[in-house]
C-alpha cells in the first residue's frame, strides 16, 4: 500500500497452481456430432528479434472442445529465432497438423503478419506436394492474422483469467517435471516453466506464453468458432444484456467479467 501497488508481489491475474489442472487423455469423442469434434489449432507470439533482452517467441497447440468449452494443451513451442527459424518453427507444427485440418493464429505487426503471408504461401505448396484438396472457401490449413486492437497485454490476461479458475484450460501430464524440477532449454518438461510466467504476470520479466495463449482463447471464440463451424451464433465476452443486442458481432465486454463468453445460440 506504501508503494501504491494494489498488485500483491508478482502477479495477481492468474492466482494460483490450481487454475493449471493436468490431463492424462484427451476426452474421448465416440459418437459424436462432427460440430462437437475438438477444433485442432495453434497460437503464436512472435518476438521481432531473437535479442536476450527481448520476449521469447512462443506457440501453443490446443485442441478446443466446443461441447466441453475446454481447451486442452497438447504441446508448446518456445525458443528464441530471427525471421526464418520463426517461420520454421510455425511450418513444422503446421506440416504436422496437415491431416487435423488445423488453423494458425499470428499476432499482427512486427514479424507475424509477414509470417502469415509467408506460411500460407508455403502451406499451399504442402498441400499441393501431399495431394490434398481444399476448396477456396475451406477455412481449414491456413494462418490468420490476429490484432488485438484496444486490448493492452494485462487486459488481455485478465480477460481469460476466469477461463483458467473454472479450469478450462488443461495441460498434459507429461510436461510435469518431479518436485523441485527447475526447466532448463530443451527439456520437454515445461509445465513449471510456463507455471511461474503466469503467476507472476503481469510483473514478470517475460509474458511471451501468456500473450500466445490468451489471443487464442480470444481469437478461438470471437473469430474461429464462426469461421470454422459457421452456425454456432454469435460469441461475445461475458452474459450479454439488452443494450448487447444492436453490438456488432465479436468483442464486447461484459457487466459481469466473471462470466466469459457465454455462446448465444440461434
Partial sequence: QGLQRPDPPGGSTFRNRSWFPVYDELPGMAGARPQDMPIIFSTWDFAVKDKESNDPSAGWILAYYPSLLRYYVLDRV???????????????????LLREGAVHVMEGGGNGSALVSSCNMRMEELLRRRKISRGEDDPRNRCY??????????????????????HRVWFPRWAVGPPGH?????DHRWYEHMLAEFLEFPHGAHDDMVD?????????????????LGDVGEFRLGRPG????????GLAFARDPALMWTPLRP
Fill in 182 to 186: 527447475i526447466w532448463t532449454p530443451g
Fill in 145 to 166: 492474422e490476429w490484432m488485438p486492437r484496444g486490448m493492452s497485454k494485462r487486459g488481455r490476461g485478465e480477460l481469460v483469467s476466469p477461463r483458467f479458475r473454472e
Fill in 78 to 96: 518456445w525458443g528464441r529465432w530471427e525471421f526464418v527459424g520463426q517461420e520454421a518453427q510455425a511450418m513444422h507444427v503446421a506440416e504436422k
Fill in 242 to 249: 439488452p443494450e448487447d443486442a444492436a453490438q456488432p458481432k
Fill in 212 to 228: 500466445a495463449l490468451d489471443q487464442g482463447i480470444i481469437w478461438m471464440e470471437t473469430v474461429g468458432l464462426d469461421l470454422l
